[in-house]
Structures are given as structure tokens and as C-alpha cells.
């Protein structure tokens, strides 16, 4: 009796000393997210200029998803990238798999509760330029796997941004104030987009959150 308890006695203390694992989720960044002094200059070099109007936008003239390999859209394309064990089927369609959406911090397990976010609303770059552009570059930016356009993040969440800018609509978590300020800023500045003064002056604060 004495033997087995001094042996219970050592197990605990092994188990006690053993380091602690913690499993995290966290969102995998899309690509090319500039450092917040490549952001700043960035900043610095785009138009400030009033939007434009919402006459003649459509969803349509910036035709998306589109196939990107193989049987896989966009936006199965994305749900792959930033999910974590995504399981697909011949379809590309992702039937299990755990995403976390960094915007509010939510952990979802079916893909029918995320969203693929336009980082830069397809709305916004209408009336800050892209009214001008031709569909295949609106396409081009619609599908951008290149630059940080696309995420996946919780639906309900994504419903409500819709298509405000940063002086309208921030993430509920403050954390990610300054990795979405940075994003914004690289979309606007690889298409050449304009931004508001009360656009820029949002950006400039969430970037002194870095």
C-alpha cells in the first residue's frame, strides 16, 4: 500500500512538471500584409479625394467567384487557405474543417457560417475608382489571391460592414485594429484607390494601434 501511493505521489508531481500545451487558434494572414512603416508610406502616397457617386454599381460588373484550379472558386480557394484541417470533396466544396475569424475572434466548423470577406468593399473601390476601370481588371480585384482582398471571417460580421470604410466600421476586436489598417491600406494603394480625409484620419489612429 505504501509502495503504490508513494508511486501515485510521483506521478502527479511528473504530471505537475510537465509543460502546459496550449492549443490556439488563430487566423492565418493573407499575403503580402505591409509592416506599419510600409503602411504609413503607403498612407501618405494615396489621392485623398471626396467618394464618387453609387450610380451604375452592381455587384455583376465585378464578376466573382472565379475558378482558380481545378474545381476550386475564390472562395473555396480561401476557405482552404485560412481554415485549419479543411477536408474538401471532388467539388472543392470544404465538408468539414475549423476557421477562425479574426474580426471578432469566433471559431466556426461548418464553412456555411463564414463569409469571404472583399477587405476593400466591391462598393467602396466603385465610387473611389473603379467605376473607371475595365470588368477585367474589377475581376482581377474581385479575385485578388495576391494581396490582402480576401479573408475569411464570420458571416454575420461580415453582413455588417457591408460596404463602410474604416471612419464607419471597424472589427468588434480592437487587437486586430491595426493588422486590418494595414490590409486596407495595401488594397488602396496597389489599385490606386482614393480615400476619404475622415477614411485616412480612421486609418492613421488604428495604425498608432500597432
Known amino acids: 500500500m505504501k509502495s503504490a501511493i508513494l508511486a501515485t505521489i510521483a506521478f502527479c508531481a511528473l504530471v505537475s512538471a510537465a509543460p502546459t500545451i496550449s492549443l490556439v487558434l488563430e487566423a492565418r494572414a493573407p499575403p503580402n500584409v505591409p509592416s506599419k512603416a510600409e503602411a504609413q508610406s503607403q498612407l501618405a502616397g494615396l489621392t485623398v479625394a471626396a467618394q464618387g ?4 454599381y452592381s455587384r455583376d460588373l465585378f464578376p466573382h467567384w472565379i475558378n482558380q484550379a481545378g ?5 473555396e480557394t480561401v476557405l482552404k487557405r485560412d481554415g485549419t484541417g479543411v477536408v474538401t470533396n471532388d467539388a472543392c466544396v470544404a465538408t468539414s474543417g475549423s476557421w477562425f475569424s479574426p474580426y471578432d475572434g ?15 468593399p466591391l462598393s467602396n473601390a466603385w465610387k473611389s475608382g473603379a467605376a473607371d476601370w475595365t ?15 480576401l479573408l475569411a471571417v464570420t458571416d ?8 463602410k470604410g474604416p471612419e464607419d466600421w471597424k472589427p ?3 487587437s486586430y485594429y ?3 489598417s494595414r490590409m486596407w491600406i495595401k488594397v488602396k494603394s496597389v489599385y490606386a484607390l482614393t480615400v476619404t480625409s475622415a477614411e485616412k484620419s480612421a486609418l492613421t489612429s488604428m495604425l498608432n494601434t500597432c
Open 71 to 75: 474545381t476550386c472558386n475564390t472562395r
Open 178 to 180: 491595426c493588422v486590418y
Open 106 to 120: 469566433a471559431t466556426w466548423s461548418a464553412a456555411s457560417d463564414v463569409d469571404i470577406d472583399h477587405m476593400v
Open 135 to 149: 470588368t477585367a481588371r474589377r475581376q482581377a480585384f474581385a479575385n485578388d489571391l495576391t494581396n490582402p482582398q
Open 172 to 174: 468588434p476586436l480592437t
Open 53 to 56: 457617386p453609387q450610380t451604375g
Open 156 to 163: 454575420s460580421v461580415n453582413q455588417a460592414k457591408g460596404d
